[in-house]
């Protein structure tokens, strides 16, 4: 088959601005439990787009662990993604649901979360995933695959001595966003696309043509 055919005719729902949330914080909340109820697989997977000082962007899926004034996620911060948010804080974030035949798209600042947030969620975590926290030199180059069963080996014999906490490096991050667009896939790519933008503290929304 050739990619030029492949197509696909959105007509499952449709969007309508009216009838939106006046925060778009309200109106994820409520996509996301439709997400969830239509068994959507990975609903909390979203795409995490970041630019370094080199103006180069890199992208990767993360998972949504959290919401309240924003987005939050958790990881390594000696990875790519925790330098390149160290000097350029702004990011985005894109949500894919298919089998909705929808798209969330947002933008924002990104800043770590207290250490008490990321303590509680690391230590919610299963063991094995703590374990892997303390082993995996994330981002940096290993020799093989062995090194780091070596690492996940010498983590696990450690801390059958002492008390597994956090590491220094590793918490959460949380996007407060300034722009949010959700956008219901329609027939014709005549999409619905409902942007909600921040100025002076307050939200506007607007339609945009796909």
């Known amino acids: 088959m050739e990619l030029s055919s ?3 005719d959105y007509s499952l729902k449709t969007l309508n601005i009216n009838g939106l949330k006046e925060s778009p914080m309200e109106q994820f909340a409520v996509w996301m439990d439709e997400a969830l109820l239509a068994q959507v697989t990975e609903p909390n997977a979203m795409n995490l787009c970041t630019v370094g000082k080199d103006l180069k962007p890199s992208s990767r899926i993360v998972l949504l662990k959290g919401m309240d004034v924003g987005f939050i996620f958790y990881t390594n911060y000696n990875s790519k993604k925790g330098h390149q948010l160290i000097e350029n804080p702004q990011a985005s974030l894109t ?58 080996a010498e983590a696990k014999i450690r801390f059958e ?50």
């Open 6 to 8: 492949i197509r696909t």
């Open 95 to 152: 949500f894919f649901w298919p089998e909705l035949q929808r798209q969330v798209r947002i933008e924002g600042l990104v800043e770590k979360v207290n250490t008490e947030l990321s303590d509680q969620y690391f230590h919610s975590r299963p063991l094995g995933s703590q374990i892997g926290a303390w082993a995996s030199p994330q981002s940096q180059t290993i020799p093989n695959r062995e090194f780091l069963e070596e690492k996940e």
């Open 161 to 210: 001595k002492e008390e597994l906490k956090r590491p220094d490096h590793w918490g959460g991050y949380r996007l407060q966003p300034d722009l949010v667009e959700f956008w219901q896939g329609r027939s014709s790519r005549l999409h619905d696309r409902i942007v909600y933008e921040k100025m002076d503290n307050q939200w506007t929304k607007k339609m945009l043509a796909p």
